[in-house]
C-alpha cells in the first residue's frame, strides 16, 4: 500500500498552471487512503473488542460469579425443586414404558390380523 500512495503522490502535478487538477488529485488520494485505512480498522474491530472489552469483562463476571453462594432458604427449595422433578422423571418414564407396550402390542396385533387376511 505504501508503494500504490507514494506512486499516487508522484502522479499529482507540481506545476502551477495545474493548481485544479492537482487540488482534485489530492482529495482523490485523500478519499482513496481514508477508505483504506477505514476497511484495515473495520476488520480490526472484532479482535479489538474482543480483546480489550469482552474477554476482561468475561473475566471478571467469572471471578463474580464463582463468588456467589446460595441461600440457605434457596438452597433447600431447590432440592425439593430436585426431588419433585426426579419423581415426576420416573413417573414419566414408567408412563413412556406403558405407551411403549401398547404400541408393541397394537403392532402384533396388526401383524397378526394383516397375516390372518392374507391366510383366507
Not at 482529495?27 to 480498522?41: A, D, E, T
Amino acid at each position: 500500500m505504501d508503494k500504490l500512495v507514494t506512486t499516487w503522490l508522484y502522479e499529482i502535478p507540481t506545476e502551477p498552471q495545474k493548481v485544479e487538477e492537482a487540488v482534485d488529485s489530492v482529495q482523490l488520494l485523500v478519499l482513496k487512503v481514508y477508505s483504506h485505512i477505514r476497511s484495515q480498522v473495520c476488520n480490526n474491530v472484532e479482535l479489538f473488542a474482543e480483546s480489550f472489552f469482552k474477554l476482561p469483562l468475561m473475566r471478571r463476571l467469572e471471578e463474580d460469579m464463582m463468588k456467589i453462594e446460595l441461600s440457605d432458604v434457596d438452597r433447600e427449595g431447590y432440592r425439593v425443586r430436585r426431588e419433585r422433578l426426579q419423581h415426576e422423571q420416573a413417573a414419566n418414564a414408567h408412563g413412556l414404558k406403558e405407551v411403549k407396550d401398547c404400541v408393541r402390542i397394537l403392532q402384533d396385533f396388526t401383524f397378526r390380523a394383516k397375516a390372518l387376511q392374507a391366510a383366507q
